[in-house]
Every structure is written in structure tokens, then in C-alpha cells.
């Protein structure tokens, strides 16, 4: 198992670009999760789904778009980027809602100049 | 608000020099107390989840311990491989599988 995926690792953009950050877990998790890591701030949730066809927002979904078509991918959109949107970014997934033992992916380091 | 507050931010120790690091955090009706390994340019590991006050839970050198306002993560005699950042979360809101974290104690264990 590979466990969970996350590309690209790196990337750049400029402003007002969009692009998608990728993430595949083969666990067949219920449960998939995004989230933000900035530099002395907590992880920060983006948005997260409890199963195919379902997603809801975090605590900053602000600028970023999901779905969840099938159980194994959750990719997340960046519609229209900016520089504040610069972080290290984390995928997480759990066997369902209530485990509490969330496996985290090795991250996709974004700048947006 | 829930507030999940780590310290120290970082911490030095010699190789065998046991420590502890702090989580304590101001929830209404926890539902567990989390803590994660994330080192560098690696996303976070999951180490142990602790529900009630009293509880206890070790892996190799670390113990982890809950109070009803904080929790400590104990490192009996580190080697270098325990340098990492060590992070503790708490779910928000109560009973849910996001997680939110705190910024995380930065420990170096130095030969």
C-alpha cells in the first residue's frame, strides 16, 4: 500500500493562476481531509469529505475548491491563486469520521508569486 | 474558542537527557487529545490518542499523559532520532475527525 499520495511536491505559480493539487489514498478511507501549514500556525483545515459525494468546509476554505467523485481521490482547487495561498499543503485520510488516526500524505510545497 | 497551546516552542537536549513537552488546550467537552510526529518535509505521524483524564499511553521512548487541562509528552533518554516537531490536536468541533492543531514543540536531540 502506498498509502497517501500527494502531487506534485512542488510547485510555483503566479498570481491569478489556478491549478489542482492532487491526492490518492488506496486504504479505501471514508474519510479525506485537506489542510494548510504555515509557518507558527497550527495545521489548518481546508475543507474535508466523510465519503464520496460529500464534502464540507474547514476553518479557511476561502480560494479553494473540492470534490470527491470516487472514495480514492480528493484533489483540491486553487481557482485563482494568490500570494497568500503560499503554504505547505496536507492531505489526510481516516478509515471513517469517528477513527481518530488520520494518515497524512508528504505534503505539496506551494509558492505564489 | 477551543485554543490547543504548545511549549516550548523548541527544545535542546543531549542524547539520555529525558524532558517533557506541554499541550494544554481549553475545550469544551473533549473528545480526545491527539499527538502527531512531523518530521522534516514529511507530513505528520500519528503516535497515540488519549480520551480521559489519568490515561497513559507509551511508545519505545515516548509516554504521553492527560490531565484535565493539559497533556505531556514524556522522552525517556532521546536518541537523535527523536528530533522531530511534535504536534498535539484536539477535534473541533467535539466528536468529528478534524483536528485542530497546535504549532507544534520542536525537540533536537544532539549526539
Known amino acids: 500500500n502506498a498509502g497517501v499520495t500527494q502531487t506534485p511536491k512542488f510547485q510555483v505559480l503566479k498570481t491569478g493562476q489556478s491549478m489542482t493539487l492532487q491526492c490518492a489514498q488506496d486504504m479505501n478511507h471514508e474519510y479525506m481531509s485537506w489542510y494548510r501549514q504555515d509557518p507558527g500556525m497550527g495545521l489548518r483545515l481546508i475543507h474535508y469529505s466523510v465519503g464520496a459525494g460529500i464534502t464540507d468546509q474547514g476553518e479557511v476554505p476561502n480560494g479553494y475548491n473540492v470534490s470527491r467523485s470516487t472514495t480514492e481521490d480528493f484533489p483540491l482547487r486553487l481557482l485563482s491563486a494568490a500570494p497568500s495561498q503560499t503554504s505547505v499543503y496536507f492531505c489526510?485520510?481516516?478509515?471513517?469520521?469517528?477513527?481518530?488516526?488520520?494518515?497524512f500524505g508528504s505534503g505539496t510545497q506551494l509558492s505564489v508569486l | 474558542e477551543d485554543q490547543v497551546t504548545q511549549s516550548p516552542e523548541a527544545l535542546r537536549l543531549q542524547e539520555g537527557e529525558s524532558s517533557s513537552l506541554n499541550c494544554s488546550y481549553t475545550v469544551s467537552g473533549l473528545r480526545g487529545l491527539f499527538w502527531y510526529r512531523q518530521d522534516p518535509g514529511k507530513g505528520p505521524e500519528f503516535l497515540f490518542t488519549?480520551?480521559?483524564a489519568g490515561e497513559e499511553k507509551e511508545k519505545e521512548r515516548l509516554k504521553a499523559t492527560l490531565t484535565k487541562k493539559e497533556s505531556f509528552l514524556h522522552i525517556t533518554a532521546p536518541k537523535p532520532e527523536d528530533s522531530a516537531t511534535y504536534l498535539c490536536?484536539?477535534?473541533?468541533?467535539?466528536?468529528?475527525?478534524?483536528?485542530?492543531f497546535g504549532t507544534g514543540t520542536r525537540l533536537t536531540v544532539i549526539p
Open positions: 490536536a484536539v477535534p473541533s468541533p467535539p466528536g468529528a475527525n478534524n483536528l485542530f
Open positions: 489526510a485520510s481516516s478509515r471513517d469520521r469517528t477513527n481518530e488516526k488520520l494518515f
Open positions: 488519549l480520551y480521559s
